[in-house]
C-alpha cells in the first residue's frame, strides 16, 4: 500500500532564517506531488506540483521554493522566513490524470518568530 | 474555471441530529467532487468522491454525498452525528483545465457535535 511521509511535524524558526520540509512518497511510482499551505479560514492554498523529477510549477509568487530530486521526494525550502509563512504545510500525492484522489501527509506545522 | 462554495465555516449539532454540510460547486465541465475530513492537526482524508454514474455516494464513517447537477451541489449529510465526527470538512473539485491532477477545496465547515 502506499504511505506518505511528512517532517518534522512541528517547527518553530526565527524570521529570517532558512527552512525545509521534507517528504517521501512509497508504494507508488512517478507519482504527481504537491505543496499546499493551511491558514486558519483560509482552506488550503496549492503553493507547488510536481509531475516528475526536477519539474516544479508554481502557483503563487512567494519566497518559497519546492524541489523533485527523487522521483519520491518532495522538498519545500526557503532561504529566508518571513513572519507571514507561518501555517500548516501539507505535503500530497496522486496519480495519473486530473480527477483522481490526491492523498495527504500530516501536516508540518510551522511557526516564524 | 472551477470553484467551490461551502456555506457556513462553523455548523453545531447536537448528537444524534442529522448532519448536513452544504457545498456548491462551479464548473463549465462535468466535474469531479470530493469531501474530505480533518482531525485536529492532522491531514486531510478523504470521505468520498464523485466521477460518474451513481450520483447518491456513500463513504466512510456513514456520510454519503448527492451530486444534483440541476442545482450545481454536492451536499454532504449523515443521519446521525457523533462525537467523533467534529472535524473540518472541505469539498473540492477537479481543476481539470488547470495544475496537473489538482484539487480546488472549499474554504471548509468546522462541525461541532454537543453531547
Known amino acids: 500500500s502506499q504511505t506518505i511521509h511528512q517532517w518534522p511535524a512541528t517547527l518553530v524558526q526565527p524570521v529570517g532564517s532558512p527552512l525545509s520540509l521534507e517528504c517521501t512518497v512509497e508504494g507508488t511510482s512517478n507519482p504527481n506531488l504537491y505543496w499546499y499551505r493551511q491558514a486558519a479560514g483560509r482552506g488550503l492554498q496549492l503553493l507547488f506540483y510536481s509531475v516528475g523529477i526536477g519539474q516544479i510549477s508554481s502557483e503563487v509568487p512567494q519566497n518559497l521554493s519546492a524541489s523533485r530530486p527523487q522521483d519520491r521526494q518532495f522538498i519545500l525550502s526557503s532561504k529566508k522566513l518571513l513572519l507571514s509563512d507561518s501555517g500548516f504545510y501539507l505535503c500530497?500525492?496522486?496519480?495519473?490524470?486530473?480527477?483522481?484522489?490526491?492523498?495527504f501527509g500530516e501536516g508540518s506545522w510551522l511557526t516564524v518568530v | 474555471a472551477q470553484s467551490v462554495t461551502q456555506l457556513g465555516s462553523h455548523v453545531s449539532v447536537s448528537e444524534g441530529a442529522l448532519v448536513l454540510l452544504r457545498c456548491n460547486y462551479s464548473s463549465s465541465v462535468p466535474p469531479y467532487l470530493f469531501w474530505y475530513v480533518q482531525y485536529p492537526n492532522q491531514g486531510l482524508q478523504l470521505l468520498l468522491k464523485?466521477?460518474?454514474?451513481?450520483?447518491l455516494v456513500k463513504g466512510i464513517n456513514g456520510f454519503e454525498a448527492e451530486f444534483k447537477k440541476s442545482e450545481t451541489s454536492f451536499h454532504l449529510t449523515k443521519p446521525s452525528a457523533h462525537m467523533s465526527d467534529a472535524a473540518e470538512y472541505f469539498c473540492a473539485v477537479s481543476d481539470l483545465g488547470g495544475s496537473q491532477g489538482n484539487l480546488i477545496f472549499g474554504k471548509g465547515t468546522k462541525l461541532s457535535v454537543k453531547p
Open positions: 464523485y466521477t460518474t454514474g451513481a450520483t
Open positions: 500530497a500525492w496522486s496519480v495519473g490524470p486530473s480527477g483522481n484522489t490526491i492523498y
